[in-house]
């Protein structure tokens, strides 16, 4: 994972995932077994990638800042989610 900050305009983070899904067609791929939060500030940006990933057969949670996000984080770690 990596994090670069922009002082003003937000912070990206990229995530890469080694799943074998990767060498498989876009019709073929299922990532039924991945739970997503996605966060950002912009709404059409966060409804786009939880859409694409919920096509994929994943479930996804919304957040529109990372306060939200990691209020989110927090009370699904505290439930044992």
């Given at each position: 994972m990596n994090a670069k900050?922009?002082?003003?305009e937000g912070t990206t983070f990229?995530?890469?995932l080694d799943i074998p899904e990767a060498e498989r067609q876009l019709e073929e791929i299922r990532l039924d077994q991945i739970d997503a939060l996605i966060d950002d500030d912009d709404d059409i940006?966060?409804?786009t990638t939880v859409d694409e990933?919920?096509?994929?057969?994943?479930?996804?949670?919304?957040?529109?800042?990372?306060?939200?996000?990691?209020?989110?984080?927090?009370?699904?770690?505290?439930i044992g989610g």
């Open positions: 900050v922009s002082r003003g990229t995530v890469v940006t966060l409804q990933i919920e096509v994929l057969g994943s479930a996804a949670e919304q957040a529109h800042n990372g306060a939200e996000a990691i209020k989110m984080i927090t009370g699904r770690h505290e």
